[in-house]
């Protein structure tokens, strides 16, 4: 079974609306506009890069990276994976043709599917509404969280508000640094 790893630039208080600038937040932008940059901190984006042989996303953040991340030096180990996209309204002549292979998938139990093929590790980044069904329907086998220091408030939220049983995480790796950031890694317990 494949391993299924949500990476997310995450708020203190669970935002991750908007890290990178996109419109129509207000705090949007707040991973490089509110906190000084340690490049120390992202060393796990390169990694991450290495040790992925998949992308998963959501509609949202699949219309957000296709038109950018394909000619991006600093994501130049995603162009050639496989892009498999969660959606339920996005449509074959929608995905772009310079990203590698993009395949739409319609339900999580394609996601699962996908899960029980052949591999190495699936990566999803932003991808919020996804990645809180996902961890609700217990797909999700790893989070790799930068967490800032920041409580920003009203915003799209990594996990959901569903009431549901406690979900043990155990943490395989952290680092703390000295601009205020976290990095937390939690394989998920099952």
């Known amino acids: 079974?494949?391993?299924?790893?949500?990476t997310a630039f995450?708020?203190?208080?669970?935002?991750?609306?908007a890290?990178?600038?996109?419109?129509?937040?207000?705090?949007?932008?707040?991973?490089?506009?509110?906190v000084e940059?340690?490049?120390?901190?992202?060393?796990?984006?390169?990694?991450?890069?290495?040790?992925?042989?998949?992308?998963?996303l959501g509609r949202v953040s699949y219309e957000a990276f296709s038109p950018v991340w394909p000619d991006m030096a600093e994501f130049a180990d995603y162009k050639p994976m496989p892009k498999?996209?969660?959606?339920?309204?996005?449509?074959?002549?929608?995905?772009?043709?310079?990203?590698?292979?993009n395949t739409i998938l319609r339900t999580l139990d394609d996601v699962a599917a996908l899960k029980e093929?052949?591999?190495?590790?699936?990566?999803?980044?932003?991808?919020?509404?996804?990645n809180r069904n996902l961890s609700d329907a217990g797909l999700i086998d790893r989070y790799h969280l930068l967490v800032f220091p920041l409580l920003l408030g009203a915003g799209k939220r990594?996990?959901?508000a569903t009431d549901k049983d406690a979900q043990k995480l155990k943490l395989v790796e952290h680092e703390a640094y000295a601009n205020g950031m976290?990095?937390?890694i939690f394989d998920v317990v099952r």
Not at 38 to 54: F, L, P, S, V, W
């Open 1 to 6: 079974m494949r391993t299924l790893i949500s």
């Open 10 to 17: 995450v708020s203190l208080d669970g935002v991750v609306e």
């Open 19 to 34: 890290p990178g600038g996109e419109p129509g937040y207000r705090n949007s932008g707040w991973t490089f506009k509110e």
């Open 37 to 56: 940059f340690d490049e120390a901190a992202y060393e796990i984006k390169g990694r991450e890069q290495k040790e992925a042989t998949a992308m998963l």
């Open 84 to 101: 498999y996209v969660v959606s339920s309204t996005l449509s074959e002549d929608a995905l772009v043709d310079n990203w590698g292979e």
């Open 117 to 130: 093929t052949e591999g190495g590790p699936i990566i999803m980044h932003g991808s919020a509404t996804l």
């Open 158 to 160: 990594l996990f959901s």
């Open 182 to 184: 976290q990095l937390n």
